[in-house]
């Protein structure tokens, strides 16, 4: 059984900034919050001296993109994609809207009129957690959609199916990411940025727009919180899949698209393709073994797993062109490698796990533990 999401990871930063990105800092704790609490409080010569604790030979993370929901619960909507969660340590995606009963729509909806707000059953929670999520990013722009209300109801949702949520700014632990690298030994950051639509496919570094809306640079983004101590970088926002990057022989996914949706995406053209990035990390924070598991969304919005690998495909192309000397390899089969094939950067697949699943069954060890505060 795998440890609990709160003994997994906690949030390290999460606010809006640099020109409409939303950012939302996951850390893998030291220590577990429940060995501190239940510690006695000694001093003087009766205080034990403290053990460091044996670092972990890895974990296994699982990311899917935006997840969009209305109307009550729907056991089918995540049903091909819970094999894939529940295999991993830490599964998180991002949640577009709220899970509640009240509240108040920040605008009347209307394409036309460009306001999108999503509501769904509370209900929900429970289903998220029985597809094998641990950990919801709210850091977007859809988390006040029916005001302050709706979102103490989603959140007291979420809290109550044991699922952690990440992105609030009541959240905040260390203001920057270079603090919470001096305190963890691994940092991952999950954004929120970028324009949208099957015209935003390609990431460029500038700064980019929706409807109006600033919506940052998120290359510039991505780089400066590798630069200050991230060693993954992943993203949602465009609703569409975008490029990989290997920045400073660190991952950065610019975009995982739509995860799951209830009739509240479309799925028009580049709209329907989608993947899971499935990363195994050591306990500094260096990439072992990377793979994408290929999804297409159908009308309604429900995932499956797509056999003819079309986003591995398109995520290959797009990295190519959007960063030619940079660029993650993506295979055939979803496997992930860097441009290089140097022995400092070659992500060599432990013996004991097998890298990468796609369209096979695989077994993938749950070997998270708490690791060590020193970094690098």
Same mark, same amino acid.
């Given at each position: 059984?795998?440890?609990?999401?709160?003994?997994?990871?906690?949030?390290?930063?999460?606010?809006?900034?640099?020109?409409?990105?939303?950012?939302?800092?996951?850390?893998?704790?030291?220590?577990?919050?429940?060995?501190?609490?239940?510690?006695?409080?000694?001093?003087?010569?009766?205080?034990?001296?403290?053990?460091?604790?044996?670092?972990?030979?890895?974990?296994?993370?699982?990311? !899917?993109?935006?997840? @969009?929901?209305? +109307?009550? =619960?729907?056991?089918? *909507?995540?049903?091909? #994609? $819970?094999?894939?969660? /529940? &295999?991993?340590?830490?599964?998180?995606?991002?949640?577009?809207?709220?899970?509640?009963?009240?509240?108040?729509?920040?605008?009347?909806?209307?394409?036309?009129?460009?306001?999108?707000?999503?509501?769904?059953?509370?209900?929900?929670?429970?289903?998220?957690?029985?597809?094998?999520?641990?950990?919801?990013?709210?850091?977007?722009?859809?988390?006040?959609?029916?005001?302050?209300?709706?979102?103490?109801?989603?959140?007291?949702?979420?809290? !109550?199916?044991?699922? @952690?949520?990440? +992105?609030? =700014?009541?959240?905040? *632990?260390?203001?920057? #990411? $270079?603090?919470?690298? /001096? &305190?963890?030994?691994?940092?991952?950051?999950?954004?929120?940025?970028?324009?949208?639509?099957?015209?935003?496919?390609?990431?460029?570094?500038?700064?980019?727009?929706?409807?109006?809306?600033?919506?940052?640079?998120?290359?510039?983004?991505?780089?400066?919180?590798?630069?200050?101590?991230?060693?993954?970088?992943?993203?949602?926002?465009?609703?569409?899949?975008?490029?990989?990057?290997?920045?400073?022989?660190?991952?950065?996914?610019?975009?995982?698209?739509?995860? @799951?949706?209830?009739?509240?995406?479309?799925?028009?053209?580049?709209?329907?393709?989608?993947?899971?990035? /499935?990363?195994?990390?050591?306990?500094?924070?260096?990439?072992?073994?990377?793979?994408?598991?290929?999804?297409?969304?159908?009308?309604?919005?429900?995932?499956?797993?797509?056999?003819?690998?079309?986003?591995?495909?398109?995520?290959?192309?797009?990295?190519?062109?959007?960063?030619?000397?940079?660029?993650?390899?993506?295979?055939?089969?979803?496997?992930?490698?860097?441009?290089?094939?140097?022995?400092?950067?070659?992500?060599?697949?432990?013996?004991?796990?097998?890298?990468?699943?796609?369209?096979?069954?695989?077994?993938?060890?749950?070997?998270?533990?708490?690791?060590?505060?020193?970094?690098?």
């Amino acid at each position: 059984m795998r440890p609990p999401a709160s003994a997994l990871a906690s949030i390290a930063t999460a606010f809006c900034l640099f020109g409409g990105i939303a950012l939302a800092v996951l850390l893998a704790p030291a220590t577990t919050s429940s060995a501190v609490a239940d510690a006695p409080s000694k001093t003087g010569s009766d205080a034990p001296k403290p053990t460091r604790p044996k670092p972990a030979a890895g974990f296994a993370l699982v990311a !899917g993109g935006d997840v @969009a929901l209305t +109307g009550d =619960p729907d056991e089918a *909507t995540l049903a091909a #994609v $819970r094999p894939f969660f /529940r &295999r991993a340590d830490l599964a998180i995606a991002n949640l577009e809207g709220t899970l509640a009963e009240t509240g108040s729509a920040r605008c009347l909806a209307s394409p036309e009129a460009g306001c999108f707000v999503f509501r769904a059953s509370p209900g929900w929670a429970a289903t998220l957690r029985r597809a094998g999520l641990t950990d919801l990013n709210v850091a977007n722009n859809h988390a006040l959609d029916y005001g302050p209300e709706a979102q103490r109801e989603t959140l007291a949702a979420l809290h !109550g199916e044991h699922l @952690a949520y990440d +992105g609030l =700014p009541g959240q905040i *632990t260390f203001l920057l #990411v $270079r603090e919470a690298a /001096r &305190r963890a030994q691994v940092v991952i950051v999950y954004m929120h940025a970028g324009a949208e639509g099957t015209d935003a496919a390609h990431v460029s570094d500038s700064e980019e727009t929706y409807l109006g809306e600033p919506r940052g640079n998120p290359i510039a983004f991505a780089h400066a919180m590798v630069d200050a101590g991230a060693d993954l970088v992943f993203a949602s926002g465009p609703h569409v899949l975008r490029a990989m990057e290997w920045y400073r022989n660190r991952l950065v996914a610019y975009s995982l698209g739509n995860l @799951a949706g209830s009739h509240t995406l479309s799925t028009d053209g580049l709209l329907s393709d989608s993947a899971l990035l /499935r990363v195994k990390l050591d306990a500094r924070g260096r990439l072992l073994a990377g793979s994408l598991i290929p999804l297409r969304l159908d009308a309604w919005g429900t995932p499956a797993l797509d056999r003819q690998g079309a986003s591995l495909r398109l995520i290959g192309s797009l990295s190519r062109q959007d960063f030619p000397a940079n660029a993650m390899r993506v295979s055939a089969t979803g496997h992930l490698s860097p441009p290089t094939s140097t022995p400092s950067s070659r992500i060599r697949p432990p013996r004991d796990t097998c890298w990468p699943f796609v369209l096979r069954r695989a077994k993938v060890a749950n070997s998270a533990r708490c690791v060590s505060s020193s970094r690098r």
